[in-house]
């Protein structure tokens, strides 16, 4: 009895999570303005993501503290 209660929950959640993804439409043309707003970017400012750069790079006393490679501690 387990084994076909497990099944037909599985089957039940399962149509339901899948159900729920139907309704969802593609970006229309006339709200792709809404998403090429600047405040819509990853990053945000690029003068503010630089400042936050240097400040994290003034704190770890190295330069390049945002890349890939040793610290300000000489060791790599």
């Given amino acids: 009895m387990r084994p076909r209660l497990r099944t037909l929950a599985g089957i039940v959640m399962s149509s339901m999570v899948l159900s729920a993804c139907a ?6 043309p006339w709200e792709k ?4 707003k ?3 970017t ?3 400012d690029p003068l503010e993501t630089k400042y936050v750069e240097h400040i994290y790079a ?3 006393s190295s330069s390049g503290g945002m890349g890939v ?4 501690c000489g060791c790599n």
């Avoid at 303005?33 to 090429?36: K, Q, V």
């Fill in 23 to 28: 309704g969802l439409d593609p970006v229309q």
């Fill in 69 to 72: 490679g040793g610290g300000g």
């Fill in 58 to 60: 003034s704190k770890e």
């Fill in 38 to 40: 600047p405040s819509m």
């Fill in 42 to 44: 990853f990053e945000g």
């Fill in 33 to 36: 303005g809404n998403l090429a």
